[in-house]
């Protein structure tokens, strides 16, 4: 066998492994963007499910701030205290 016969050899194990190489990258990257689809999914579902508890703890809170708004005008009034 002379040098071109190895050189040709030589250049087809380069691209065989270059093209295995390829092929285990697309693989990574196609389970991270799977598992990155996963999480944005959970954390929707988590945001959305904080999203409304939040928004009842707010309720909740303007009507006690409303409710103590009430009794501190009827003690002014009461009282008479003018500001």
Known sequence: MDTLTYIQILAGLLASIFMMLVAVLAWIGS???SKLDNLYEVL???LGA???K???IERDLR???T???RRVTRVEASCR???
């Open 63 to 65: 009507k006690d701030l």
């Open 67 to 69: 409710g103590l708004d």
């Open 81 to 83: 205290i003018d500001q």
């Open 50 to 52: 904080m999203d409304a």
């Open 31 to 33: 389970r991270v963007h």
């Open 44 to 46: 929707d579902d988590k």
């Open 54 to 56: 939040l928004g009842g």
